[in-house]
């Protein structure tokens, strides 16, 4: 009797994704969009447009107090948006 590699799909896609260079796309995609669910609809309200560019998430805001506010946050929504993703997909956010 001979051992079978069995392997799952989702691994197989992960792998065939990674060996295209098409993971990070893909997670930076799941990261962006995630901006309304981590952020919250307040927030979401006054959120004009969301980017990222070398390794740092861009969103542009509205509101100048809110953008104050939130920009003593950036630690900890950064640190939610990765573990949203589950990687470390961003290291710092800009708000402007």
Not at 37 to 41: D, E, L, N
């Given at each position: 009797m001979f051992k079978r590699d069995v392997q799952s799909v989702k691994d197989l896609i992960l792998r065939n994704l990674r060996e295209q260079g098409l993971e990070m796309p893909l997670l930076q995609k799941r990261l962006v969009e995630a901006w309304p669910?981590?952020?919250?609809?307040m927030i979401q309200r006054?959120?004009?447009n969301t980017y990222i560019y070398n390794q740092t998430l861009y969103v542009r805001l509205s509101s100048p107090a809110l953008r104050a506010e939130l920009s003593m946050r950036r630690q900890e929504l950064t640190h939610k948006l990765n573990t949203y993703?589950?990687?470390q997909v961003i290291t710092d956010i800009r708000f402007c």
């Open positions: 669910q981590i952020a919250g609809p006054y959120t004009l993703v589950g990687s």
